[in-house]
T-cell receptor, first 111, second 114 residues
Framework: GENVEQHPSTLSVQEGDSAVIKCTYS??????FPWYKQELGKRPQLIID?????GEKKDQRIAVTLNKTAKHFSLHITETQPEDSAVYFC??????????FGTGTRLLVSP | KAGVTQTPRYLIKTRGQQVTLSCSPI?????VSWYQQTPGQGLQFLFE???????NKGNFPGRFSGRQFSNSRSEMNVSTLELGDSALYLC?????????????FGSGTRLTVV
């Protein structure tokens, strides 16, 4: 079945730096790739998503890139702020049947 | 508009018991999915319902079951609880037929099995 690997598991950056989280998926038929942010004790919230017919998508300080050939996609956060500190999950879906999640990246942004 | 509501928020059960969790989706959302979240395994897909029909099921034992009512509210049931069932159970709803697209998650039910 589909498998999604996510790296790194923990990422510490200084405020203002950029952060990059990478995910690799196994099923080449996957066609939808969302990213979720989960703050401590709260629900996961969708922050950005991308479909397989698009190579890159941006939303203010957040961007996602997709390389279908290599079967990997990445989340880029620029000008990080302390409120960006959270656990970030990538996910992949084939034909919108279910989401398969990565194991999460704990991002810590220090002031 | 109201978000996805899960009840109860916390549960403590004893091994061997059974438990029922409830999820009320956003009004108008017809697809409801359930996930188990644990520190070691992350978010694991349990099942998805649309218009009272289970369309997809994850790799969980038959002790895990669910259903959806005509008003789109969903319940999941876990019978013969084991210690390893301790987890945060999250439900997510979405508007259309595309599972996972534009998910809104509930706050979850934290189940502790002792």
């Amino acid at each position: 079945g589909e498998n999604v690997e996510q790296h790194p598991s923990t990422l510490s950056v200084q405020e203002g730096d950029s952060a990059v989280i990478k995910c690799t998926y196994s099923d080449s038929a996957s066609n939808y790739f969302p990213w979720y942010k989960q703050e401590l004790g709260k629900r996961p919230q969708l922050i950005i998503d991308i479909r397989s017919n698009v190579g890159e998508k941006k939303d203010q300080r957040i961007a996602v890139t997709l390389n279908k050939t290599a079967k990997h996609f990445s989340l880029h956060i620029t000008e990080t702020q302390p409120e960006d500190s959270a656990v970030y999950f990538c996910a992949a879906s084939k034909s919108f049947q279910k989401l398969v999640f990565g194991t999460g990246t704990r991002l810590l942004v220090s002031p | 508009k109201a978000g996805v509501t899960q009840t109860p928020r916390y549960l403590i059960k004893t091994r061997g018991q059974q438990v029922t969790l409830s999820c009320s989706p956003i009004s108008g959302h017809r697809s409801v999915s359930w996930y188990q979240q644990t520190p070691g395994q992350g978010l694991q897909f349990l099942f998805e319902y649309f218009s009272e029909t289970q369309r997809n099921k994850g790799n969980f034992p038959g002790r895990f079951s669910g259903r959806q009512f005509s008003n789109s509210r969903s319940e999941m049931n876990v019978s013969t609880l084991e210690l390893g069932d301790s987890a945060l159970y999250l439900c997510a709803s979405s508007f259309g037929t595309q599972v996972g697209y534009g998910y809104t998650f509930g706050s979850g039910t934290r189940l502790t099995v002792v």
